[in-house]
């Protein structure tokens, strides 16, 4: 379960309120980045995570795919399976053909895929950094703090596309030193979904060992 856990690094929320001053510039390309995704009925996207160590000279890459709808997800990676229908949240293991089931608290998550494109609007203190260019495409860099200084992420770091507010990439760091990116591609707006899509079937993993810890 540790292993499965990380995989919910993939977005933030906090319960507090966001009390302090925000950056007003910062505010509205979030809103708007908000906005645009808020209005989809779901979308999926392959991407690419990568962990980084300095001091611990560690480097690792690993491509992953997920769909979203709301607050549900299904999120592939790594030999894993993470599906969530907003109540009930399933873990397949591929290699110990196992699924842990779990009651599904966003609030207890460190990240949720779900909420990744509002977690600036709980707990969070948002600044603008600047604009820079990637490939020749130009991006507004903007920094997140959480208001809660007990958060194991000290810093999260969006880049958001200029030309349509979409998220290129975004890193998280944390106080023990690991900086996980995720670098969003093959982005598709409103793929087609059903009740399936955001549910574990058993009859489709033979032999499955099921571990309900509800």
């Known amino acids: 379960m540790k292993k499965s856990l990380s995989l919910l690094l993939f977005a933030a929320t906090l319960a507090l309120p966001a009390a302090a001053q925000q950056d007003p510039k910062a505010g509205k390309i979030l809103d708007q980045m908000s906005a645009k995704y808020q209005a989809l009925q779901a979308f999926q996207a392959t991407f690419t995570q990568t962990l980084e160590n300095p001091s611990a000279k560690v480097k690792q890459n690993i ?7 709301g607050q549900k997800f299904r999120l592939k990676i790594s030999g894993q399976e993470v599906i969530n229908d907003g109540k009930t949240t399933w873990t397949y293991l591929k290699n110990e053909n196992e699924v842990n089931i779990s009651d599904s608290d966003p609030d207890s998550q460190e990240m949720s895929p779900s909420q990744i494109y509002t977690m600036y609007k709980k707990g969070y203190k948002y600044t603008y950094v600047q604009q820079v260019t990637e490939s ?3 991006l507004d860099v903007i920094e997140l703090a959480p208001e809660n200084r007990q958060n194991d992420v000290f810093k999260v770091r969006l880049k958001v596309r200029k030309k349509d507010a979409s998220v290129k990439s975004w890193q998280m760091f944390k106080k023990n030193g690991n900086q996980y990116t995720f670098l969003i591609k093959n982005f598709k707006p409103n793929p087609p979904t059903d009740a399936g899509t955001f549910a574990f079937d058993k009859a489709k993993y033979k032999g499955v060992k099921v571990v309900d810890l509800r």
Do not use: A, C, F, L
């Open 136 to 138: 020749g495409e130009p």
């Open 63 to 69: 491509n992953g795919d997920i769909v979203v709808s």
